[in-house]
């Protein structure tokens, strides 16, 4: 005799979901009715440790799915624990009312996301309805004394109970598809999903009358990492990613206490994503006990480690693993330390006793670990030893220092670490703030990646010596190193009263775009430099807003001369001698935007063309001629005279032109 029970309310609003949201990954269903079979299996397993008196007790422990092209239907059966009349009451009302909350709820935030969030609300058998216009449940216990029972229901607000004939232990799921779902009577439709999500269950899984099971099985990762060859692996890879450049290394781990799980992982050998490849999102593969529940878990590595490929099979997590459950919490962060603390572990030896191999590594990938340093603080004792950089030492682009290795360098008296910030090795390796390092032979690290602005945030000190920039408006280097004799004698400094009036020309000239004019006491070789007078650690942020297109203002600095310098003293001379104001302006102009130019911050460089181009037809024009700046723009590019002799520049007449500000 059936009988009709109601739906409670949320498990209607579930089901209301599921039949009328249109999902790209429908097949999702199957993967759930095979893990739901699955536990039924290992249910049984674990009560048969102590109990004989079952139905079938030889009967093998197997799924079978079976098709029927013609009625539409689509039937998962298994050899389980199987489920009495108040079990599958109890059994199908637990699953929707424990989840359907949280799992509608999560629907509302990202719908698109069914198929990852479905398994972790314990709503997983409930997805069947996406695909079938009705469900029946058929299920004998394994307890001989029970009754077979039919549940059924076709996605409305009820569904009918009645006595059933079945004979053997387990349970049936028969699947009404709806219309539009013919494909998942193909047997080469099922296998292949059976391929992909679950082709590492334990128990075997027959399609239609096939003699060999569909899935494998037999889990790689399960194995023991003296068994699986390297061959192996790299198909294994392969497989999982389609990235067949291969990985760079794999890591095999396996735990008994105080959690039991194991772990594949790699190291792609390319930071670039593979267009083909089926892993579209960063994550690794999630499975309980061997079922996969989670295609792209973001929660078992921090961010900075999301290159790693690979997967994590959990004991202890259950397959109905929900967010809200403080159980799944605890073996989630758990798990999350642990596997953290390995590839760590992993990459720290590698960088000790594989240099060349690790380097291979970072250069893919460091940008990734400097990262972790500025956002996981907690981390940072084990991403130092992970950091490399290119420096002063040798002016080698191709060779890498460590940290301690700076530290062991450090020069007389030196008690800080200095680093320069630039867009490529090229501009820092020219940068003007270098110029008094090199001739105390002070190394400098170099700072230019991208996310290498970030880094001071991050990385303030090292084992106690505090990293300082070299743009820095205190820096002090009169006690560090030992000065190198020039190769030429410098001319003598200008005077107190030539500089002070250079100095103050400059400023007028500058305005507001500086904070100061002053001498410089490191600059050697170059004429200016730029110094920041921001000692905070995001004092480069301005270059990360630039990076991602966001508003951002280029910070003002104060502009050191050198007193020394030709130019400095040429300039000096002009002021001097009075008149040529637009030259004197030109100059003026032409320091500041190559010192920008220099630190890699000038807003626009083409701008400074039209200056550069009438700088050097003033450098050229014939003795005594009198130049118009405005004049001299409709003839610019017209060669000079061969036989045209250099000219005083002090003696040019350059007329009423002025130099635009935004020059």
Do not use: C
Not at 74 to 100: F, P, Q, Y
Not at 235 to 264: C, E, N, W
Request: no cysteine.
């Amino acid at each position: 005799m059936s009988e009709q029970h109601s739906f409670q309310a949320e498990t209607q609003q579930l089901l209301n979901i599921l039949i009328h949201s249109l999902y790209t990954e429908k097949e999702i269903f199957l993967r759930e009715l095979i893990s739901n079979a699955s536990d039924a299996l290992n249910r049984l397993q674990f009560e048969m440790l102590t109990n004989d008196d079952v139905v079938d007790p030889q009967a093998d422990l197997e799924i079978h799915i079976e098709l029927d092209e013609e009625a539409k239907t689509l039937t998962v059966s298994d050899t389980g624990i199987g489920m009495n009349r108040d079990e599958i009451i109890a059994g199908l009302g637990t699953i929707a009312k424990s989840g359907a909350k949280a799992f509608i709820e999560a629907m509302a935030d990202k719908p698109e996301d069914a198929a990852a969030i479905i398994g972790q609300f314990g709503v997983g058998f409930y997805s069947a309805f996406m695909v079938a216009k009705q469900v029946d449940v058929i299920s004998r216990s394994f307890r001989p004394e029970d009754q077979a029972v039919k549940w059924s229901a076709t996605g409305g607000t009820n569904y009918t109970l009645e006595t059933a004939a079945k004979d053997v232990r387990g349970t049936e799921v028969v699947i009404h598809l709806k219309d539009d779902e013919e494909e998942f009577t193909r047997g080469f439709r099922i296998k292949d999903i059976i391929r992909r999500h679950s082709d590492y269950v334990a128990f075997p899984i027959y399609v239609e009358d096939d003699e060999e099971p569909t899935n494998k099985q037999q889990a790689i990762w399960r194995r023991a990492p003296s068994e699986v060859e390297d061959e192996e692996y790299d198909s294994f890879y392969k497989m999982l990613t389609m990235d067949f450049a291969g990985a760079s290394h794999h890591i095999h781990m396996r735990a008994d206490v105080p959690m039991q799980f194991y772990a594949l992982l790699f190291v792609p050998a390319g930071g670039q994503r593979n267009m083909f490849s089926p892993r579209s999102e960063a994550g690794l593969k999630l499975y309980a006990r061997k079922v996969l529940i989670e295609e792209y878990n973001r929660d078992l590595l921090p961010e900075y480690l999301s290159f790693v490929q690979g997967l994590v099979d959990s004991e202890d997590l259950p397959l109905s693993v929900t967010r809200e459950s403080i159980q799944a919490t605890r073996v989630m962060a758990s798990l999350k330390k642990t596997i953290t603390r390995r590839v760590l572990s992993e990459l720290k030896r590698m960088a000790k006793n594989d240099r060349e191999k690790y380097l291979k590594i970072y250069q893919e990938f460091g940008a990734y670990l400097k990262q972790g340093l500025v956002i996981e603080s907690d981390d940072r004792g084990d991403l130092e030893p992970l950091l490399f950089f290119q420096t002063t030492l040798d002016d080698d682009p191709s060779a890498f220092h460590t940290l301690d290795e700076y530290v062991e360098r450090m020069s007389e008296n030196q008690d800080d670490i200095y680093y320069v910030v630039a867009d490529d090795y090229a501009s820092g390796s020219r940068s003007p703030h270098l110029d008094a390092f090199r001739q105390r032979g002070i190394e400098v690290l170099y700072f230019t990646q991208p996310v290498d602005a970030m880094l001071p945030m991050g990385l303030v000190d090292f084992k106690e010596r505090k990293l300082v920039s070299v743009d820095s408006a205190e820096l002090d280097l009169a006690e560090v190193g030992a000065a190198a004799e020039a190769d030429e004698p410098a001319k003598d400094a200008l005077e107190a009263d030539s500089f002070g009036a250079l100095t103050e020309r400059v400023k007028a000239t500058l305005g507001g775009r500086v904070s100061d004019v002053r001498a410089s006491k490191t600059l050697v070789g170059s004429p200016a430099r730029l110094v920041s007078q921001d000692e905070s650690s995001n004092r480069y942020m301005f270059r990360i807003n630039r990076l991602l297109d966001q508003e951002y203002e280029l910070p003002v600095k104060a502009l050191e001369l050198n007193p020394r310098h030709p130019l400095m003293h040429n300039l000096s001379g002009l002021i001097a001698a009075g008149g040529a104001d637009d030259l004197v302006d030109a100059v003026a102009e032409q320091v500041f935007e190559t010192a920008l130019l220099q630190d890699g911050i000038h807003p626009d460089p083409s701008s400074m063309a039209d200056r550069l181009t009438l700088l050097m037809q003033a450098a050229t024009e014939s003795a005594g001629a009198e130049l118009d700046f405005a004049e001299a723009k409709t003839v610019i590019g017209e060669p000079a005279a061969a036989e045209t002799p250099q000219i005083d520049l002090g003696d040019l007449d350059l007329g009423d032109a002025t130099v635009p500000d935004d020059l």
